[in-house]
Every structure is written in C-alpha cells, then in structure tokens.
C-alpha cells in the first residue's frame, strides 16, 4: 500500500467543525434574540413594532454590501481569523444591548453582531476545505450550515418561554440579553482553544492549494469565480432558492392564514420546515458523498420544490401543509450544502471564501427581491382575503426555471475521478 506523505487525515478536523458549529449557531441565536418576541420587546422598550423588526433587519441589510469584501478577508488570512473576528464582534455587541430600555444602543448593538456574522457563516466551505477530504467535504459542510437552523430553532424555541420564566418584565429582557451574551463569550473562548488554523498536513483533496492563507486574492477573484459557467448556474439557484426560503417563512403565517390555519399552527409549520431542513442537511450530503455525485441534488431538489410550493398555494387543510413543508424542507434546505461543496470544488479551495460569499450575498438578496415580489403579486391578486395563490405558482415557475438551469450543471470530473482512484 502506497503511503501519501504529501497529505494527513486527522481526527482532530471533527472537533474544528463542532468548534465552528457552536459559533455557527449562536451568530443565529443572537441575531434572532428580539423576533420571537417582537409584541413584548415593542411594549417594553416603548418602540413601534417597525423598530423591532428593524433589529433582526439589520442582518440581511448589512450582509449584503459585507459578504464579498469579508470573502477576500476570508480567502487571505484564513478561517480561523474570519471566525474569531465573527465571534469576537457577535459577543462584544451582545453585551451592548444589555441597555435595554436605550433603544439606539440595542441597534448599535445588533449592528455589530449584523456585521460580525458574514465572517462566521462565509468561512464555512473553507473551512471544510482546510480540514476535511473531498469524499467529506458535502458532509461537512451540511453540518456547517446545519448550525445555523440549530440556533434559529434555539431562538425560535427558548426565548418566549424563557422571557415568560423570568417574570416578562424589561428587566427580564435584560437578563436574556445577559445569558446570551455570556454563552456567546464562551462559545468564542471554545473556538479560540479548539478552532485549529490548519492540520499539519493538508486533506487529500481534487485541488492542491487547500491552506489558501498564502493565495494573493484580489477581487479579481470575483471576476474569476463569475466566469465559471457552473458557478453563474449557481449564483442562480442560490438566488431564486435561499430568496423564495427566506420569504416563505416570513410571509408564511400570512400566507397560511386565509386556509384558515392559525397563527400558533403556522408556527409549526415553519418549525416542520426547518426541522426537515436540518435533517436534509445531513442525509443528503452523506449521500453525495458516497455516490461522489453533486449534480442530481440541485437538479431533485428543484423539481421537487416547484410542484411543492404549488400545492401549497392551492391545497387547504393543516395536514397537507404539515406534510408539504415537511416536503419542502427537507429537499430545498438540504440541498444548499451540497450546492456549497459543489461551488468550492469548481472554484477551487484557494477562492472558496470569495465564491460562499458571492452566493450567500444572492441569497439574501433574493430574499428581500421575492419578498417584494411575492408582496406585490398577492396585492394585486389576491382579493378580500388576501391570498397568496398567484405569489406561490410564482415561486413555482421560477423553480421551474431553476430546474432547467440546474440540468445544465456539469459534474466536477476530478471529484469523480479522485474517487474513482481511491476504490481501485
């Protein structure tokens, strides 16, 4: 048996992605302190409900114009130092808003941690790239970004009650704020100790220059990834299916309610998409890996999706909702990792960061883009009641059109070919 010097596996890669899976979650938990309590926060502060909502905003408004700027910083000094400067920034601000009742001081303080998340959540397939061989890399990745749903769940699924607990007075806020931001410090401290730079051999891995601190990257890179024609498939998907995501489960109690499905129900609803989402996260990539495929997920994911999202328009009846966004999640959100993985093995390692963050900047994008859209479709059509029909067979074409477009992906030949090598 041939012994490769050249490269290392290491045991050690596992507690990295868990070290960067607890920053992962808390960046969301932090950002989504003040959602799930958005009537409390707005009558204990003293601010209209715009005030609040524009607290969560502040994380797509400011992500945006960050992502690709934080992807070069990502592509030249590293994971490690993106991720530190994330949890360090997440932390920092979190204290800020233990002023609870000094309403500019809780945006400032939400700004900073709006600010530090790009940093976190664009190093993911670096880290991965860093770390972990290419038949792990979807895997890893799926994990990656499978903390991300753990801290919005832990948002969605601690706060209120939490709040209740603790008398649901200002003061209480206060002592939210508190714990929060002393787990964020700690989770920072964990990272710190356990969130090694770089093994001491790379990964055994289709491209060669996985330490990438050393790569002189310019935004030229952004030129280079855009010139690759799986990457624009890409940037395309990733807009349509983050954008429709992101506005599905903000209109969704919206969109639910002329069914006649309450606001508590709709909740649960959104809680079934997420939750299938997350194990999405981690049985497709799993998949792909052992098929050393990348390409049929996308593909599935989208054809799949557009029917779904039909029938969630036109359907009535709270099972058939359970049951289609159980459908939904599972297939849309677990999809997205694999999507990340195939993106840094067609950029390569050394513009990983630059190219995550081009398509997490279009995500959110289209996020805010079909929200809108979907916003003014059901104002001009959906009558009395307000329904969002027409809004959800638009999300159904442009999956359509996803579809057609994700066909025109080409697998990574050098994936398959190194698995190939590697059964021989």
Not at 166 to 172: E, I
Not at 190 to 216: M, T
Not at 284 to 292: E, H
Not at 329 to 337: D, E, I, K, S
């Amino acid at each position: 048996m041939e012994v490769d010097e050249a490269h290392g596996l290491y045991a050690r890669r596992w507690l990295v992605l868990i070290a960067y899976m607890v920053i992962g979650a808390l960046t969301q938990l932090m950002w989504l302190t003040y959602a799930p309590i958005t009537s409390q926060t707005q009558h204990l502060m003293g601010v209209g409900e715009f005030k609040v909502v524009l607290l969560a905003m502040m994380f797509p408004l400011l992500f945006v114009p960050l992502s690709i700027p934080v992807g070069i910083i990502i592509d030249r000094k590293g994971f490690r130092f993106a991720v530190m400067v994330g949890a360090i920034l997440t932390a920092g601000f979190s204290f800020l808003r233990l002023a609870a009742g000094n309403y500019t001081l809780v945006l400032i303080g939400m700004i900073g941690i709006s600010i530090g998340q790009p940093f976190v959540l664009n190093a993911v397939t670096k880290m991965v790239a860093t770390w972990f061989p290419a038949e792990e890399s979807a895997l890893a990745t799926g994990l990656g970004a499978l903390s991300q749903f753990v801290g919005i769940m832990a948002a969605q699924a601690i706060t209120p009650p939490l709040l209740n607990a603790l008398g649901g007075t200002l003061s209480s806020l206060r002592s939210i704020v508190l714990i929060y931001s002393l787990v964020a410090a700690a989770g920072a401290v964990f990272f710190a100790l356990f969130g090694k730079a770089r093994p001491p051999k790379p990964p055994k891995r289709a491209e060669h220059d996985v330490a990438g601190a050393e790569v002189s990257v310019s935004w030229r890179g952004v030129k280079t990834v855009l010139a690759l024609r799986n990457f624009r498939i890409f940037c395309l998907i990733v807009f349509v299916g983050n954008g429709s995501f992101v506005g599905l489960l903000q209109l969704l109690e919206k969109i639910l309610k002329p069914k006649g499905i309450s606001t508590t129900t709709a909740g649960s609803v959104g809680a079934v998409i997420v939750v299938a989402g997350v194990i999405g996260c981690v049985v497709f990539p799993a998949i792909s890996d052992k098929l050393r495929r990348r390409k049929p997920f996308p593909v599935i994911a989208t054809l799949v999706t557009a029917p779904v999202l039909f029938l969630m328009g036109a359907l009535h009846g709270t099972g058939a909702m359970f049951l289609l966004g159980a459908i939904l999640g599972l297939f849309l959100l677990g999809a997205f990792p694999i999507v990340l993985a195939f993106s840094e093995e067609t950029t390569g390692a050394h513009l990983t960061g630059t190219a995550t963050s081009v398509l997490l900047l279009l995500g959110n994008g289209g996020g805010v883009v079909m929200t809108v859209i979907m916003e003014a479709i059901k104002g001009s059509t959906g009558g009395k009641q307000g329904s969002f029909f027409w809004a959800m067979a638009f999300l159904a074409a442009s999956f359509a059109v996803g579809a057609v477009v994700a066909f025109r992906l080409r697998e990574n030949p050098s994936f398959a070919g190194s698995a190939a090598e590697r059964a021989e």
